[in-house]
């Protein structure tokens, strides 16, 4: 942990004791992520924000999460994490996109300036630069480690 900088560790703690820090740091406004692999993690990955089980844990566990990190390397969890904020921006950039060719294309459309022709392959092509947008992320690598 103080490799990482993590400061707070708290080890060999119950189950209750588990779910107790996690109700705690939400109280607290922090958004909490959990990471375990067995059945005394259960509770608290279900109640955490982002419950997160490794792959080769119990059954419990990775019922109880919200995602499975099918390798069991903690260091992935990390990778994960950029993905999913990564992948988020490129709905909400999609969104944007999508929302603001329609609010301009609908009403010159609904006005009779648009041919429908020109309408199709505009819209055609918004939906080629949704996809080929999406794509990018094909292109995201985990970070390279010392440790890995």
Known sequence: ASE????????????AEKLEVVRALQAE??????????VNDAAALTAADLGIAMGGGTDAAIAASD???????????????????????????????????????????????????VAAAAMALSSVFVVTNSLRLRRFRAEPSAAR
């Open 67 to 117: 995602v499975t990190v099918v390798s069991g390397d903690l260091l992935v969890v990390a990778d994960a994490v950029r993905l999913a904020r990564r992948t988020l921006g490129t709905i909400k950039g999609n969104l944007f996109w999508a929302f603001a060719y329609n609010v301009a294309a609908i009403p010159v459309a609904m006005a009779g300036l648009l041919n429908p022709v």
């Open 4 to 15: 990482v900088g993590i400061d707070d560790v708290r080890a060999e703690v119950t189950p």
């Open 29 to 38: 406004g922090r958004v909490v992520a959990m990471v375990g692999d067995g």
